[in-house]
T-cell receptor, first 112, second 109 residues
């Protein structure tokens, strides 16, 4: 089934540890996004990529980095996790900047 | 700043009709989206409006007034499975999506 796969589904991480959240899509979409979702807040964009080889900063990029080596993969790295990064992380993709977003099932991350 | 306002929570009865409102103030406008998100799941796309007026898709309809910065999602013949959060999002002049915090809809039998 075509779509977006995120891994892991959930993770408990000690503060200060490094962590990479994986995201892979098989729809050949050009644009990919990483969002975090916290209770009472709207989805907040962390980083995005309009096409393979390019990335950009979103609303809340600090403490996160991304890469886009190819069309399908868009990993998100937390270099040194802090408790405020406890959240649900969604990866999404779209065919172009004007198309609806398709979301992965999310990664629930707890930083202790 | 850019802002999307939606009611935090609404309650409706199975079989009834409910209207979820969304008002926005953004830097430019390039379309408005509605998404449905069941608890613990990913958001899924419901509707898209870029021109004023009503878009109908089965039991769901979405309305847009660009001059008023206003949209609503209308759900008819409510079913228990419609219990979910409904997210309003607007694309600004840079084609970035600005998201509302979502409206949690509770359906009672």
């Amino acid at each position: 089934i075509a779509g977006i796969t995120q891994a892991p589904t959930s993770q408990i991480l000690a503060a200060g540890r490094r962590m990479t959240l994986r995201c892979t899509q098989d729809m050949r979409h050009n644009a990919m996004y990483w969002y975090r979702q916290d209770l009472g807040l709207g989805l907040r964009l962390i980083h995005y990529s309009n096409t393979a080889g390019t990335t950009g900063k979103g609303e809340v990029p600090d403490g996160y980095s991304v890469s886009r080596a190819n069309t399908d993969d868009f990993p998100l790295t937390l270099a040194s996790a802090v408790p405020s990064q406890t959240s649900v992380y969604f990866c999404a993709s779209s065919d172009n900047y004007n198309s609806p977003l398709h979301f992965g099932n999310g990664t629930r991350l707890t930083v202790t | 700043g850019q802002n999307i306002d939606q009611p935090t929570e609404m309650t409706a009865t199975e079989g009834a009709i409910v209207q979820i409102n969304c008002t926005y103030q953004t830097s430019g406008f390039n379309g408005l989206f509605w998404y449905q998100q069941h608890a613990g799941e990913a958001p899924t796309f419901l509707s898209y409006n870029v021109l004023d007026g009503l878009e109908e898709k089965g039991r769901f309809s979405s309305f847009l007034s660009r001059s008023k910065g206003y949209s609503y999602l209308l759900l008819k013949e409510l079913q228990m499975k419609d219990s979910a959060s409904y997210l309003c999002a607007v694309r600004d002049r840079n084609y970035q999506l600005i998201w509302g915090a979502g409206t949690k809809l509770i359906i009672k039998p």
